[in-house]
């Protein structure tokens, strides 16, 4: 209700400044109004022109009348105009025709739209890569290389071949296919991407699972040629493990020559391996696994918005404002401002939110709309009179269901009292009819059967709402999505279905009482708990926002790592930045910090949490409305390479330190080496600590600056500068620095004596001993989770195998917590750099915002309820995935105790766990009681 | 002896997964028989045992609970 959509349009004008900013939109004709289109794909039926599937990267074709997926939204149909045969060539307008409502609308113009708006968020998105015309690739002359884009349609079940994958050249099923990794990433010699595109490696891993997954029965020989595995997000080394243990094959080199297999199928790949050994190997299949570039039109919307991209075409924007444009009050986001995966793309979409929002809080409320309703009519001593509206959504349902059989049978129902066949029950007309006949005859349920309820229930809600009932009155029958379509050459079987539907959702009906939707007075403040970069920036956010936040902090000072940290992975100094910062958090008027503090208790939830908080031994009260936990993590100390016991054996911030102290000592330093990886990767922490890798270019650019001819080493186990940090690992190279791979099984050992540091290694490429003479010897120690068991103790939320705060989802809901109102950001979830601890933690504030913006809180009314069955005997308690039931004890008079349950509804989800283990019926979910399932299930069975 | 078996089949079908799978079904037009009836619950977590032997009682021949 409060978002417009602007589909098929474009940005032609920008103007002002951030607040006040003016943006033209060129609106293009849809030829199909949005107000009269169902989505039921007549249209695309009857349109006799077939282009290429640009979603199914022209594996097969769709329609000029078309939709892009059957996910689109809005679900609602367009005409391409360069395709319609009408639209170049006069003569056509079967669309028009057979569309039922009239939709079809070819005199649609072009027109342009003036925004008034305060603050804009450009994520323009990506394309991939495009390896035609790179001959060495064979892309486009060999028919069995594909990307991994087309892949990915082949494998999926909504693709061309629906999930069953098989080969372009033959259409077999591919026996053995081979993945190479970057490309048109990495790569400056040709194509001029220097960067990592992030993705690659992940997607890759991810499609030969799931072509395992789907070949179960023959398996799949499959093998990837890579440079370095890339695989530093949460839970990604796990996975990149699982695959290794799963018999796909790894191989660290990159083919130089892609052949037409033996027999005009498939291909042969010529590479060389680490040893020097010159292998030729037959695919049936090989894809190329392509990465991610700006999207096309990207300069030119740079150039509209008049904003700065850097030489790769990716939005510009400092490490220390990570969605922050060159233009204040336009924001970047996603893989416009760097590639990325998903979870860090929703991540930085709220963060970009919240950027956006922060300087428009002052307006906030003032353009949103909301519905108002007439009181709701009592219904309690009613018997059931039961409306049927029987949907034939043109000829959607009624082209397979006799829709008119399907409503005489509706007549005959118990409590039946008025039976209706619809053109379009979901039409607005409709609406009006529906709540008329609910006046006219005193309907007190309605039974809609049509579509899914998963879109169109919310819409029948507002109707009964509009007409006095409940909203929860309204049961619908799905007879299209999921009767038929689904059955289009069985109709008589479909009609028998749909009578059998229409039966449940009457008998059902029959049992539903109206349902309150619970609300709660929500405390409009908020509490961080973590005085590191990410806590201060989500605090001073809230605060931005007009939320009084309180700031809690264990140490004695604010800042955490980043005292310790030079610089920003792009050479911006921390250490001014960071005192700006502090100063700002101790100077906000609606910020509380307090040091030497430490969380005590925590009861209460969404909206309303009430803690004690100790400080300086002094206990005192917060109420809070939403909490972001920031507790970052440490360098970890380790025992190997003679660390505690030489000084010269540094670790990554101690070596900061040094330069941020005494750069000049590095200048008479002949010799430094590096180690990678250690503590991270192995059987204790089998996780990637993300940052080192970065760390290590930076730190070594660096001494090469102070002293170019000092001697840098650095001993790897895969380099993991992702992103466009690609281009520190190339100027590393450039400079000198040199690296020599290790593997677990044959780590580096050091030795010291008075004149420096030995480190004994083994070269792969030479396959030669090494003994590198060191002066200092710095160490990529892990990143550790700080503890945080009495934090998740308290508020009952978790942490993954590894000791990091868990986010519900790691795409959907990347820095919400699995416990509502609580939020999570920064090194506490998992190591990250400073740009991705801001990003998250603008983010958690956006986030926290969309509970703290409201004074009171609407909760769903599917929920959990206690009935007079319960003898308290706690069944339920522990199986409650979301700690939403208590056991209290009562005494009566005679001093009597009883035990019962009590559920939170601010907790509780509706899942039903605890109904589900209830062996008495003592609990169960509105709207969805066993009495009522019951009924659907006799009701099911009853033909 | 018979040469079809059309078994009665009832489906409780999580409304965020396998429900929102069938409808992804219909949108994608994927043809399959129609001897299935759907009961939509919130989590197949909320499907009691009983439900499931009240199913059989009733002359289910199969009970599929998808989440």
Same mark, same amino acid.
């Given at each position: 209700?409060?978002?417009?959509?602007?589909?098929?349009?474009?940005?032609?004008?920008?103007?002002?400044?951030?607040?006040?900013?003016?943006?033209? &939109?060129?609106?293009?004709?849809?030829?199909?109004?949005?107000?009269?289109?169902?989505?039921?794909?007549?249209?695309?039926?009857?349109?006799?022109?077939?282009?290429?599937?640009?979603?199914? =990267?022209?594996?097969?074709?769709?329609?000029?009348?078309?939709?892009?997926?059957?996910?689109?939204?809005?679900?609602?149909?367009?005409?391409?105009?360069?395709?319609?045969?009408?639209?170049?060539?006069?003569?056509?307008?079967?669309?028009?025709?057979?569309?039922?409502?009239?939709?079809?609308?070819?005199?649609?113009?072009?027109?342009?739209?003036?925004?008034?708006?305060?603050?804009?968020?450009?994520?323009?998105?990506?394309? !991939?890569?495009? @390896?035609? $015309?790179?001959?060495?690739?064979?892309?486009?002359?060999?028919?069995?290389?594909?990307?991994?884009?087309?892949?990915?349609?082949?494998?999926?079940?909504? %693709?061309?071949?629906?999930?069953?994958?098989?080969?372009?050249?033959?259409?077999?099923? @591919?026996?053995?296919?081979?993945?190479?990794?970057?490309?048109?990433?990495?790569?400056?010699?040709?194509?001029?991407?220097?960067?990592?595109?992030?993705?690659?490696? =992940? *997607?890759?891993?991810?499609?030969?699972?799931?072509?395992?997954?789907?070949?179960?029965?023959?398996?799949?020989?499959?093998?990837?040629?890579?440079?370095?595995?890339?695989?530093?997000?949460?839970?990604?080394?796990?996975?990149?493990?699982?695959?290794?243990?799963?018999?796909?094959?790894?191989?660290?080199?990159?083919?130089?020559?892609?052949?037409?297999?033996?027999?005009?199928?498939?291909?042969?790949?010529?590479?060389?391996?680490?040893?020097?050994?010159?292998?030729?190997?037959?695919?049936?299949?090989?894809?190329?696994?392509? $990465?991610?570039?700006?999207?096309?039109?990207?300069?030119?919307?740079?150039?509209?918005?008049?904003?700065?991209?850097? !030489?790769?075409?990716?939005?510009?924007?400092?490490?220390?404002?990570?969605?922050?444009?060159?233009?204040?009050?336009?924001?970047?986001?996603?893989?416009?401002?760097? @590639?990325?995966?998903?979870?860090?793309?929703?991540?930085?979409?709220?963060?970009?939110?919240?950027?956006?929002?922060?300087?428009?809080?002052?307006?906030?409320?003032?353009?949103?709309?909301?519905?108002?309703?007439? #009181?709701?009519?009592?219904?309690?001593?009613?018997? #059931?009179?039961?409306?049927?509206?029987?949907?034939?959504?043109?000829?959607?349902?009624?082209?397979?269901?006799?829709?008119?059989?399907?409503?005489?049978?509706?007549?005959?129902?118990?409590?039946?009292?008025?039976?209706?066949?619809?053109?379009?029950?979901?039409?607005?007309?409709?609406?009006?009819?529906?709540?008329?006949?609910?006046?006219?005859?005193?309907?007190?349920?309605?039974?809609?059967?049509?579509?899914?309820?998963?879109?169109?229930?919310?819409?029948?809600?507002?109707?009964? +709402?509009?007409?006095?009932?409940?909203?929860?009155?309204?049961? =619908?029958?799905?007879?299209?999505?999921?009767?038929?379509?689904?059955?289009?050459?069985? @109709?008589?079987?479909?009609?028998?279905?749909?009578?059998?539907?229409?039966?449940?959702?009457?008998?059902?009906?029959?049992?539903?009482? #109206?349902?309150?939707?619970?609300?709660?007075?929500?405390?409009? +403040?908020?509490?961080?708990?973590?005085?590191?970069?990410?806590?201060?920036?989500?605090?001073?956010?809230?605060?931005?926002?007009?939320?009084?936040?309180?700031?809690?902090?264990? $140490?004695?000072?604010?800042?955490?790592?980043?005292?310790?940290?030079?610089?920003?992975?792009?050479?911006?100094?921390?250490?001014?930045?960071?005192?700006?910062?502090?100063?700002?958090?101790?100077?906000?008027?609606? &910020?509380?910090?307090?040091?030497?503090?430490?969380?005590?208790?925590?009861?209460?939830?969404?909206?309303?949490?009430?803690?004690?908080?100790?400080?300086?031994?002094?206990?005192?009260?917060?109420?809070?409305?939403?909490?972001?936990?920031?507790?970052?993590?440490?360098?970890?100390?380790?025992?190997?390479?003679?660390?505690?016991?030489?000084?010269?054996?540094?670790?990554?911030?101690?070596?900061?330190?040094?330069?941020?102290?005494?750069?000049?000592?590095?200048?008479?330093?002949?010799?430094?080496?590096?180690?990678?990886?250690?503590?991270?990767?192995?059987?204790?922490? #089998?996780?990637?600590?993300?940052?080192?890798?970065?760390?290590?270019?930076?730190?070594?650019?660096?001494?090469?600056?102070?002293?170019?001819?000092?001697?840098?080493?650095?001993? *790897?186990?895969?380099?993991?500068? *992702?992103?466009?940090?690609?281009?520190? *690992?190339?100027?590393?190279?450039?400079?000198?620095?040199?690296? &020599?791979?290790?593997?677990?099984?044959?780590?580096?050992?050091?030795?010291?004596?008075?004149?420096?540091?030995?480190?004994?290694?083994?070269? !792969?490429?030479?396959?030669?001993?090494?003994?590198?003479?060191?002066?200092?010897?710095?160490?990529?120690?892990?990143?550790?989770?700080?503890?945080?068991?009495?934090?998740?103790?308290?508020?009952?939320?978790?942490?993954?195998?590894?000791?990091?705060?868990?986010?519900?989802?790691?795409?959907?809901?990347?820095?919400?917590?699995?416990?509502?109102?609580?939020?999570?950001?920064?090194?506490?979830?998992?190591?990250?750099?400073?740009?991705?601890?801001?990003?998250?933690?603008?983010?958690?504030?956006?986030?926290?915002?969309?509970?703290?913006?409201?004074?009171?809180?609407?909760?769903?009314?599917?929920?959990?309820?206690?009935?007079?069955?319960?003898?308290?005997?706690?069944?339920?308690?522990?199986?409650?995935?979301?700690?939403?039931?208590?056991?209290?004890?009562?005494?009566?008079?005679?001093?009597?105790?009883?035990?019962?349950?009590?559920?939170?509804?601010?907790?509780?989800?509706?899942? %039903?766990?605890?109904?589900?283990?209830?062996?008495?019926?003592?609990?169960?979910?509105?709207?969805?009681?066993?009495?009522?399932?019951?009924?659907?299930?006799?009701?099911?069975?009853?033909? | 002896?018979?040469?079809?078996?059309?078994?009665?089949?009832?489906?409780?079908?999580?409304?965020?997964?396998?429900?929102?799978?069938?409808?992804?079904?219909?949108?994608?037009?994927?043809?399959?028989?129609?001897?299935?009836?759907?009961?939509?619950?919130?989590?197949?977590?909320?499907?009691?045992?009983?439900?499931?032997?009240?199913?059989?009682?009733?002359?289910?021949?199969?009970?599929?609970?998808?989440?």
């Amino acid at each position: 209700m409060n978002i417009t959509l602007h589909t098929l349009s474009e940005v032609v004008g920008f103007d002002g400044e951030a607040g006040n900013f003016t943006v033209t &939109i060129k609106k293009h004709p849809r030829y199909i109004q949005m107000d009269k289109c169902i989505a039921c794909g007549l249209c695309a039926e009857k349109c006799p022109k077939k282009v290429p599937n640009e979603f199914n =990267m022209g594996l097969d074709k769709r329609k000029a009348a078309f939709i892009p997926y059957g996910q689109a939204v809005p679900l609602k149909y367009a005409i391409d105009a360069e395709a319609c045969i009408y639209l170049t060539r006069g003569k056509c307008r079967a669309c028009e025709k057979f569309c039922p409502t009239g939709a079809i609308n070819f005199d649609d113009k072009e027109e342009l739209v003036e925004l008034q708006v305060g603050s804009v968020i450009l994520a323009p998105g990506f394309k !991939p890569f495009d @390896p035609t $015309g790179w001959d060495f690739y064979g892309y486009g002359r060999i028919a069995d290389v594909v990307t991994s884009i087309e892949y990915e349609r082949l494998l999926s079940a909504g %693709g061309p071949c629906m999930g069953h994958v098989v080969r372009p050249s033959d259409e077999t099923p @591919p026996k053995k296919v081979a993945w190479i990794q970057c490309v048109g990433s990495r790569n400056t010699n040709r194509c001029d991407n220097g960067y990592c595109s992030s993705v690659c490696c =992940m *997607y890759a891993i991810k499609q030969m699972l799931i072509t395992a997954e789907h070949a179960h029965d023959e398996p799949v020989e499959q093998a990837v040629f890579f440079m370095d595995m890339r695989s530093p997000g949460k839970e990604f080394e796990r996975y990149y493990e699982n695959a290794k243990a799963s018999g796909i094959r790894f191989i660290r080199s990159r083919p130089h020559t892609i052949d037409p297999g033996p027999s005009g199928s498939g291909v042969r790949l010529r590479y060389v391996t680490e040893n020097g050994d010159t292998l030729d190997e037959d695919f049936d299949l090989c894809v190329l696994s392509v $990465g991610l570039e700006p999207a096309k039109g990207s300069r030119e919307l740079a150039a509209t918005m008049g904003i700065d991209l850097d !030489p790769f075409g990716f939005a510009l924007s400092s490490n220390l404002a990570p969605v922050q444009s060159s233009r204040s009050g336009v924001f970047v986001t996603g893989a416009f401002q760097a @590639p990325k995966a998903i979870p860090r793309s929703v991540t930085q979409a709220s963060a970009a939110a919240a950027a956006a929002a922060e300087s428009l809080h002052d307006a906030r409320g003032s353009l949103t709309r909301q519905k108002t309703y007439p #009181p709701e009519i009592d219904i309690h001593d009613q018997a #059931p009179r039961i409306g049927v509206f029987v949907c034939s959504c043109g000829i959607n349902i009624a082209g397979v269901v006799d829709v008119k059989a399907v409503a005489e049978y509706a007549k005959g129902l118990p409590h039946v009292a008025l039976v209706e066949n619809n053109l379009f029950t979901c039409s607005a007309d409709t609406q009006d009819i529906i709540a008329a006949r609910i006046r006219e005859h005193r309907l007190n349920r309605i039974v809609v059967a049509a579509c899914t309820p998963r879109t169109h229930e919310a819409l029948f809600q507002d109707t009964l +709402k509009e007409a006095g009932l409940n909203g929860y009155l309204v049961e =619908m029958a799905n007879i299209r999505n999921q009767n038929s379509w689904v059955h289009q050459r069985e @109709p008589e079987r479909a009609t028998a279905k749909a009578k059998d539907q229409v039966r449940m959702a009457v008998a059902k009906a029959g049992l539903i009482d #109206p349902l309150k939707n619970l609300s709660i007075q929500v405390v409009q +403040k908020a509490l961080v708990i973590g005085g590191g970069v990410a806590g201060m920036t989500a605090a001073l956010g809230l605060a931005e926002q007009g939320y009084p936040t309180v700031l809690l902090e264990r $140490g004695d000072r604010l800042g955490g790592n980043a005292w310790h940290v030079a610089s920003t992975a792009k050479d911006e100094p921390v250490g001014p930045w960071l005192e700006g910062l502090i100063q700002q958090v101790q100077r906000h008027e609606r &910020i509380k910090v307090l040091t030497h503090a430490r969380l005590k208790t925590a009861v209460g939830s969404v909206g309303s949490f009430v803690s004690e908080i100790e400080v300086h031994g002094e206990t005192r009260a917060v109420t809070y409305g939403a909490a972001v936990l920031a507790t970052g993590a440490s360098e970890s100390r380790t025992d190997e390479y003679l660390y505690g016991q030489d000084p010269r054996v540094l670790t990554h911030l101690e070596l900061d330190d040094r330069l941020i102290e005494d750069p000049d000592h590095f200048k008479g330093i002949h010799s430094m080496a590096f180690i990678q990886c250690v503590g991270s990767r192995d059987s204790r922490r #089998p996780y990637c600590s993300r940052i080192c890798c970065t760390h290590t270019m930076r730190s070594a650019i660096r001494l090469k600056t102070l002293n170019p001819d000092m001697n840098i080493y650095v001993l *790897y186990r895969d380099i993991r500068t *992702y992103g466009k940090r690609e281009t520190l *690992y190339q100027k590393a190279r450039e400079l000198g620095v040199l690296f &020599i791979r290790y593997s677990l099984d044959a780590k580096p050992r050091v030795s010291a004596d008075p004149q420096g540091l030995s480190v004994a290694c083994s070269d !792969p490429i030479l396959q030669m001993p090494l003994n590198l003479q060191v002066e200092h010897l710095v160490l990529a120690t892990a990143i550790e989770a700080n503890p945080t068991q009495e934090l998740t103790a308290l508020y009952k939320c978790g942490v993954n195998a590894d000791g990091f705060l868990n986010e519900a989802h790691p795409k959907l809901r990347p820095v919400d917590m699995a416990v509502d109102g609580l939020f999570v950001c920064g090194m506490a979830n998992y190591p990250q750099p400073i740009e991705e601890s801001l990003a998250q933690a603008q983010a958690a504030v956006s986030r926290a915002c969309v509970i703290l913006a409201q004074r009171e809180m609407k909760l769903d009314a599917i929920k959990s309820a206690v009935t007079d069955k319960c003898d308290g005997c706690a069944l339920c308690v522990d199986v409650c995935p979301y700690r939403a039931i208590r056991l209290v004890e009562t005494e009566d008079g005679d001093g009597r105790k009883t035990r019962r349950i009590v559920t939170d509804p601010a907790l509780c989800k509706g899942c %039903g766990l605890c109904a589900a283990t209830c062996p008495k019926g003592g609990v169960e979910v509105n709207g969805f009681t066993l009495d009522q399932l019951r009924a659907q299930v006799a009701a099911a069975l009853a033909a | 002896m018979q040469t079809s078996y059309e078994p009665v089949i009832l489906g409780f079908l999580c409304n965020w997964c396998a429900y929102a799978g069938g409808d992804l079904a219909g949108v994608s037009r994927l043809q399959y028989p129609p001897n299935m009836r759907a009961v939509r619950v919130m989590c197949s977590g909320m499907v009691h045992p009983d439900l499931v032997i009240e199913a059989f009682q009733r002359g289910a021949d199969g009970v599929i609970v998808m989440g």
